[in-house]
Nanobody, 124 residues
Framework: QLQFVESGGGLVQPGGSLRLSCAAS????????IGWFRQAPGKEREGVSC????????TYVDSVKGRFTISRDKAKNTVFLQMNRLKPEDTADYYC?????????????????WGQGTQVTVSS
């Protein structure tokens, strides 16, 4: 059975860090691009980062460049999003998703499977 499970969200103070995990079962993530998306209350879903399926190239939305790092552990079939220097505007539900191709994109087009999401709240 194909399953995606995100974890690692929580409440953190501004300037703090969190590491989100996206663990897959039932299929391998190796050859697929994996994206992280977020949706804040009252806002549209936004692509945050993506890692390609083959060479592991990465893409970030401008607002998180230099603060967030996406990576994958093929042995664990898991993709991570390390989030540092968090800001209140990073508060959102974060989702990982698998793309049909190995190439990245920050629009939701082409993403086939989505996790249930993990909540991140940045507040003092």
């Amino acid at each position: 059975q194909l399953q995606f499970v995100e974890s690692g969200g929580g409440l953190v103070q501004p300037g703090g860090s969190l590491r989100l995990s996206c663990a897959a079962s039932g299929f391998t993530l190796d050859d697929r691009a994996i994206g992280w998306f977020r949706q804040a209350p009252g806002k549209e879903r936004e692509g945050v980062s993506c890692i390609t399926g083959s060479l592991g190239g990465t893409t970030y939305v401008d607002s998180v460049k230099g603060r967030f790092t996406i990576s994958r552990d093929k042995a664990k079939n898991t993709v991570f999003l390390q989030m540092n220097r968090l800001k209140p505007e990073d508060t959102a539900d974060y989702y990982c998703a698998v793309r049909a191709s190995s190439l990245c994109g920050l629009s939701s087009t082409g993403y086939m499977y989505w996790g249930q999401g993990t909540q991140v709240t940045v507040s003092s």
